[in-house]
């Protein structure tokens, strides 16, 4: 197990170092740089200082220069500093990380939640009017937009009832109940917009494992239907939904960038589109490399709860 | 008053009822299994006998239903009971072992846990004290270790191993009746054998009475105390083990035994019979078998032929049968 973890970071480690330089040279390539917008603010500004300044910071180079230059430098824990927000770019990324993981961290909590007693119900019961009545659900959530869900609740709850606040956080040093006030709204829409698939997966899961011939033997032992869909075929039918919510968990925390924006939450997802929008390079390139790092731990994650689930999965007695 | 058996199926008829509307697959199948006797149903693929033995349970797939007839057990009618009755008997009266021991054992809890399972839910033991019966089941069945084997989990097993604890389970709760749906049918022949011994074993020792379910009459002619032949949904013909093996009267059961390889007899090939089951929406209105009969006489695709006692344990249902039969009476009258 401990030496599967070691393999595994090795290789996650590779894949960081590979993804950091595509990264880098992919904002290379969007049009305009920092200095670019510079000169478009300042009409004084003549071609020569333009170049003068692309020299002084190192905007002539070639991109795998300037990537090995600031490889060296990350190397040495200096991220450099946000553009957009005149701060280094941990001290940007670090409070909206935090925010979009209780979001998001709500929102996939409560969502699997419904999800899997939902989807097993509807499974345990093919072609009854549960099973239909969770399938017209399931198709309305994935089929609403998230703006336009996210418009309506807001109009419905904020504006016309004036029960909940349109957006934003609440004031430092509010109680919790005043916090979930905020939150309500945001978790609701992605809630409702991401339940009806994942429910669709724990359904399509579970309908393929009780028809699996040792749902029979559970039967045939005089097992009740409660302990055979919960006990012989919930542990079986989890196994292909795990891998699902495992790449949903990197998605955490890169945020929803369309649900942030229109409640103002401050999270990832607003924060990448904002930095890439303003050519923050250095804070774009952190933001979207600890998306590809949280991915690689979801996937982890997803391996290990693999080996606990289905005992025929073994990590870590590789040959 | 002669004594009620223990199990006795009247007339049971099975179908389907799914969008394309119901369709009857097993038509009118009576049989009676005796305590500690054994009672093997026969027959090619497609021919209903594994569905009559989960409808005795109504473990039918999905859209299968008992449509008409009675299962007994001791008097009672299974077929009327609800889930919680039937709960109740699967697993502690009559259980199930299957032909695919792999897939039947469900691959994420240890053997040992899935044998305790019937305990728990029958004798209403503590987890703790199934645990250890079923180490007990599993030395039964011939495991060897079998307290280092109960933690082991299915796939960890070997084919003939699995096998043996779906016997375990099948047998923890001592029940009347076993029903072997082609138990063997998935293991290499050696392992056959054993399991077969196993199973004639632990029935002299338990007094199980067994249904078996297999195609193969090698292996039924040394479990089977009485034979029924399946075709198409029907018993055609049916009796003691010797009536049938020694004395085959339908054109269907001479023609399925010498399919079977012996090993008095020196073939260059085995026979085998031409066409195949017709399904169960195929079926013609005459004798099933009359389109692959070598014998088959006008009537035959006409007209169903009746169930025809032939002797006190020998029935059969066939024309030609019948008239040869007749022409018979005829003589001695």
């Known amino acids: 197990m401990r030496q599967y973890l070691l393999a595994r970071s090795a290789q996650s480690l590779v894949v960081i170092l590979l993804m950091s330089f595509v990264i880098y040279g992919l904002i290379g390539l969007m049009p305009g740089d920092p200095i670019d917008i510079l000169a478009s603010e300042d009409p004084t500004m003549t071609p020569e200082d333009v170049a003068a300044l692309r020299a002084l910071y190192d905007l002539d180079l070639p991109v795998y220069e300037r990537y090995l230059n600031w490889l060296g430098r990350a190397f040495t824990g200096e991220l450099g500093y946000s553009r957009l927000f005149g701060q280094p770019v941990l001290d940007v990324l670090g409070p909206a990380l935090v925010s979009t993981l209780v979001l998001m961290g709500t929102a996939f909590i409560v969502a699997i939640a419904i999800a899997i007693p939902v989807g097993v119900l509807a499974a345990s019961k093919p072609r009854s009017a549960l099973d239909y009545g969770v399938n017209l659900f399931a198709f309305a959530g994935i089929s609403l937009p998230s703006f336009w869900l996210a418009l309506m609740l807001m109009t419905l709850l904020c504006v016309t009832l004036g029960w909940l606040p349109a957006g934003g956080t609440a004031p430092a040093g509010s109680g919790v109940l005043e916090q979930l006030r905020y939150m309500l709204l945001p978790v609701a829409t992605i809630v409702i917009v991401n339940v009806g698939s994942y429910s669709r997966f724990v359904r399509a899961s579970m309908l393929e494992v009780l028809r699996k011939d040792y749902i029979r033997t559970a039967r045939a032992k005089g097992a009740g239907q409660w302990r055979v869909v919960w006990r012989h075929g919930l542990r079986n039918g989890m196994i292909p939904v795990v891998t699902i919510l495992a790449l949903e968990f990197g998605s955490l925390f890169s945020g929803a960038l369309i649900v942030e924006t229109i409640f103002s939450w401050p999270g990832m997802g607003k924060l990448i589109f904002d930095s890439i929008m303003g050519n923050d390079f250095n804070l774009a390139l952190i933001a979207l490399l600890l998306a590809t790092v949280l991915t690689l731990l979801g996937n982890l994650l997803a391996d290990i709860c693999y080996a606990k689930l289905d005992p025929r999965i073994v990590i870590g007695e590789g040959r | 008053m002669a004594i009620t058996p223990l199990l006795k199926v009247d007339n049971l008829s099975i179908g389907f009822d799914n969008d394309d509307g119901l369709v009857r697959v097993v038509e009118d199948v009576s ?105 007990g089941m599993l030395e039964k069945v011939g495991i060897p270790d079998p307290a280092s084997r109960a933690v082991n989990y299915p796939h960890q097993l070997s084919g003939g191993m699995r096998q043996r604890v779906m016997i375990a389970i099948a047998l923890a709760c001592e029940p009347e009746i076993l029903i072997a749906d082609e138990p063997t049918t998935a293991l290499d022949v050696t392992i056959q054998a054993q399991i077969l011994d196993l199973m004639h074993d632990l029935q002299e020792n338990l007094g199980t009475a067994i249904l ?122």
């Open chain 2, 212 to 333: 078996f379910i297999s195609h193969d009459f090698g292996v039924v002619s040394r479990m089977a105390d009485d034979i029924a032949v399946m075709y198409a949904g029907r018993v055609i013909e049916q009796g003691s083990s010797s009536d049938i093996l020694l004395n085959p009267q339908h054109p269907y059961t001479q023609a399925l035994l010498q399919t079977t390889p012996r090993i008095d007899a020196s073939l260059d090939r085995l026979p085998a019979i031409a066409g195949r089951v017709p399904g169960p929406r195929r079926r013609p209105p005459g004798c099933c078998f009359a389109p692959r009969c070598s014998v088959a006489v006008d009537c035959c695709s006409k007209q169903r032929p009746e169930r025809l006692a032939l002797s006190k344990s020998h029935i059969a249902a066939c024309h030609v049968l019948d008239s040869s039969k007749q022409e018979v009476s005829h003589a001695h009258g």
């Open chain 2, 31 to 135: 049989f009676t299994l005796e305590r500690g006797q054994t009672l093997s149903l026969v027959g090619e693929s497609g021919c209903g006998k594994s569905l009559t033995a989960f409808a005795l349970l109504q473990l039918l797939p999905p859209f299968g239903k008992i449509l008409s007839g009675s299962v007994c057990l001791q008097g009672e009618n299974l077929a009327s009971m609800d889930e919680a009755q039937l709960q109740k008997i699967r697993g502690n009266r009559i259980s199930m072992i299957f032909q695919e021991p792999m897939s039947a054992l469900n691959p994420v809890f240890p053997v040992g846990v899935q044998v305790a399972e019937a305990l728990i839910l029958h004798k209403g033991m503590a987890k703790k004290a199934a645990l250890k019966e079923a180490v």
